[in-house]
């Protein structure tokens, strides 16, 4: 990726709600980045009292992701906190849930005994998580387990921003229109070149069967508009020939994840990291497949969106 991305390093004058007495004192510092802000103090190993709840939940639909520092946390703790935000998805690859934990997600290039021990190529396209499912997913919080010394980062792109600034006739020729979501539609090439892409089964099919959703989505909670399409899973715009589809799906791509609208998050150990998939695409950036990189994924429901 080009050097020239953010660096998430925090801004030189970070913001620091006040805190209300009593409650857990934690900072909230913005990246300065379009998108994305860090959580200092905070030990989510602990029960989280109903403000600090809000606080966290506000900080979430200001900044689309938080990353919350030096999280020792076990997987029942990413879990309980994951709930607080709506219930938990489960994906469809069964293959890579971790053991006892069906909505925990393994992304990992790790390989055991011949044997993937979870998803190796997970964000290998820009994407957000499960936009193929009628309810696709409202955020996800990707905790790093093992880190590589070198490579691992993920890209996440705010799409208020792409949209706020896409040309006007481009704004006009997709507002109002719907796109085709498939899990499928990669599928075959990802498959062609990895080994942590089984065959699915026909239940496994039918789980993920394409979805119509809108080309220009309008954020649940907070009001703003947002770009809802992807490389990864987005395949045609419904109602026009094919050329004139993939030509503005092109452009909407292009657009949408140019870099003043990215947010390059370099981890570090025990990162929690949590993006709001209604506002964001992102993408794994990849590591030398020698070095081992663990991640456990929860992945929270979200609205049909509108
Ligand atoms: C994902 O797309 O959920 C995985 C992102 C990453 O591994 O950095």
């Given at each position: 990726m080009t050097a020239n991305l953010h660096s998430g390093q925090p801004s030189r004058r970070p913001y620091v709600p006040q805190a209300p007495a009593g409650t857990n004192r934690f900072g909230i510092h913005p990246f300065d980045a379009p998108l994305?802000?860090?959580?200092?103090?905070?030990?989510?190993?602990?029960?989280?009292s109903a403000e600090d709840f809000a606080r966290i939940h506000r900080a979430h639909l200001d900044h689309h992701v938080l990353v919350f520092?030096?999280?020792?946390i076990t997987p029942d703790q990413q879990v309980a906190f994951s709930r607080r935000f709506g219930p938990l998805q489960i994906h469809v690859l069964h293959q890579f849930q971790l053991t006892g934990h069906p909505e925990i997600l393994v992304v990992s290039n790790v390989v055991e005994n011949g044997k993937p021990i979870g998803l190796g190529d997970a964000g290998?396209?820009?994407?957000?998580?499960?936009?193929?499912?009628d309810k696709p997913s409202l955020g996800s919080l990707l905790h790093a387990?093992?880190?590589p010394a070198e490579g691992g980062d993920t890209l996440l792109a705010n799409m208020h921003l792409a949209w706020d600034t896409l040309p006007v006739e481009l704004q006009r020729a997709?507002?109002?229109?719907?796109?085709?979501?498939?899990?499928?539609?990669?599928?075959?090439?990802?498959?062609?070149?990895?080994?942590?892409?089984?065959d699915l089964t026909p239940e496994q099919v039918a789980r993920v069967l394409?979805?119509?959703?809108?080309?220009?989505?309008t954020h649940p909670e907070t009001g703003r508009k947002a770009i809802f399409v992807s490389e990864h899973f987005t395949t045609r715009i419904a109602g026009l020939p094919e050329g004139e589809s993939r030509e503005l799906l092109d452009q909407l791509f292009a657009h949408s994840t140019r870099a003043e609208h990215v947010y390059?998050?370099?981890?570090?150990?025990?990162?929690l990291v949590f993006w709001d998939n209604r506002s964001l695409l992102h993408l794994a950036a990849g590591c030398p497949p020698e070095l081992r990189r663990v991640m456990y994924r929860t992945t929270i429901e979200g609205d049909v969106p509108r």
């Amino acid at each position: 990726m080009t050097a020239n991305l953010h660096s998430g390093q925090p801004s030189r004058r970070p913001y620091v709600p006040q805190a209300p007495a009593g409650t857990n004192r934690f900072g909230i510092h913005p990246f300065d980045a379009p998108l994305g802000a860090e959580v200092i103090g905070l030990d989510l190993s602990q029960p989280l009292s109903a403000e600090d709840f809000a606080r966290i939940h506000r900080a979430h639909l200001d900044h689309h992701v938080l990353v919350f520092r030096d999280q020792r946390i076990t997987p029942d703790q990413q879990v309980a906190f994951s709930r607080r935000f709506g219930p938990l998805q489960i994906h469809v690859l069964h293959q890579f849930q971790l053991t006892g934990h069906p909505e925990i997600l393994v992304v990992s290039n790790v390989v055991e005994n011949g044997k993937p021990i979870g998803l190796g190529d997970a964000g290998h396209f820009w994407h957000s998580d499960l936009s193929y499912k009628d309810k696709p997913s409202l955020g996800s919080l990707l905790h790093a387990r093992e880190l590589p010394a070198e490579g691992g980062d993920t890209l996440l792109a705010n799409m208020h921003l792409a949209w706020d600034t896409l040309p006007v006739e481009l704004q006009r020729a997709v507002d109002g229109l719907q796109a085709e979501h498939t899990y499928l539609a990669r599928y075959a090439e990802l498959q062609a070149r990895s080994p942590w892409r089984p065959d699915l089964t026909p239940e496994q099919v039918a789980r993920v069967l394409p979805v119509l959703q809108p080309i220009v989505r309008t954020h649940p909670e907070t009001g703003r508009k947002a770009i809802f399409v992807s490389e990864h899973f987005t395949t045609r715009i419904a109602g026009l020939p094919e050329g004139e589809s993939r030509e503005l799906l092109d452009q909407l791509f292009a657009h949408s994840t140019r870099a003043e609208h990215v947010y390059r998050h370099r981890w570090q150990g025990n990162d929690l990291v949590f993006w709001d998939n209604r506002s964001l695409l992102h993408l794994a950036a990849g590591c030398p497949p020698e070095l081992r990189r663990v991640m456990y994924r929860t992945t929270i429901e979200g609205d049909v969106p509108r």
